[in-house]
T-cell receptor, first 113, second 115 residues
Framework: AQSVAQPEDQVNVAEGNPLTVKCTYS??????LFWYVQYPNRGLQFLLK??????LVKGSYGFEAEFNKSQTSFHLKKPSALVSDSALYFC???????????FGAGTTVTVRA | DTAVSQTPKYLVTQMGNDKSIKCEQN?????MYWYKQDSKKFLKIMFS???????INETVPNRFSPKSPDKAHLNLHINSLELGDSAVYFC??????????????FGPGTRLTVL
């Protein structure tokens, strides 16, 4: 069975500092990995995904994520956080033969001015 | 243009009532989903339809019945509502179920409150 772990419920950073949101996964076969962001009272918005190829994936709003197969991780990063990045972030995984997308529990990011 | 839309946005109702939530996507996608987000923000898949065919049916009470009249619409009907059904329900779509690498597009959510 596939699963995702987001070990931190909350991440707090100061504006301008680097932001990292951690994600590890478990899946049979090669994973398809996704990051979504949810702003208050809104639906989920797609940020970026890893399918194959370059381990460093760049996405929307200056976010990037690094796929690490040996550590089964897909951490989300942003070099310089903005107050507007404050939101709930979800990591998700899907196996190549799976119909379901499995989500992590989410990490609340708060960026203070 | 809204890609995935849901109605209503808010739904407040009494225990025991029957209610429906509607979802429409204008992306031309084959696959649509219903997710439930509980008060702790956990997201759980409930159902998935691919070209009007039910593909995923998670362990969901029989009181929940999805209906897909065409591939652009996926509605969720809930009978005999219970307090525990209070949650935010999200509709989503993706190009095709078998294309695991495609991201899903989410609607704005319907906040259901059962009193």
């Amino acid at each position: 069975a596939q699963s995702v772990a987001q070990p931190e419920d909350q991440v707090n950073v100061a504006e301008g500092n680097p932001l990292t949101v951690k994600c590890t996964y478990s899946v049979s076969g090669n994973p398809y990995l996704f990051w979504y962001v949810q702003y208050p009272n809104r639906g989920l918005q797609f940020l970026l995904k890893y399918i194959t190829g370059d381990n460093l994936v760049k996405g929307s709003y200056g976010f990037e994520a690094e796929f690490n197969k040996s550590q089964t991780s897909f951490h989300l990063k942003k070099p310089s956080a903005l107050v507007s990045d404050s939101a709930l972030y979800f990591c998700a995984v899907r196996g190549p033969n799976d119909y379901k997308l499995s989500f992590g529990a989410g990490t609340t990011v708060t960026v203070r001015a | 243009d809204t890609a995935v839309s849901q109605t209503p946005k808010y739904l407040v109702t009494q225990m025991g009532n029957d209610k429906s939530i509607k979802c429409e996507q204008n992306l031309g996608h084959d696959t649509m989903y219903w997710y439930k987000q509980d008060s702790k923000k956990f997201l759980k898949i409930m159902f998935s339809y691919n070209n009007k065919e039910l593909i995923i049916n998670e362990t969901v009470p029989n009181r929940f019945s999805p209906k897909s009249p065409d591939k652009a619409h996926l509605n969720l009907h809930i009978n005999s509502l219970e307090l525990g059904d209070s949650a935010v329900y999200f509709c989503a779509s993706s190009p095709h179920l078998a294309e695991s690498y495609n991201e899903q597009f989410f609607g704005p959510g319907t906040r259901l409150t059962v009193l």
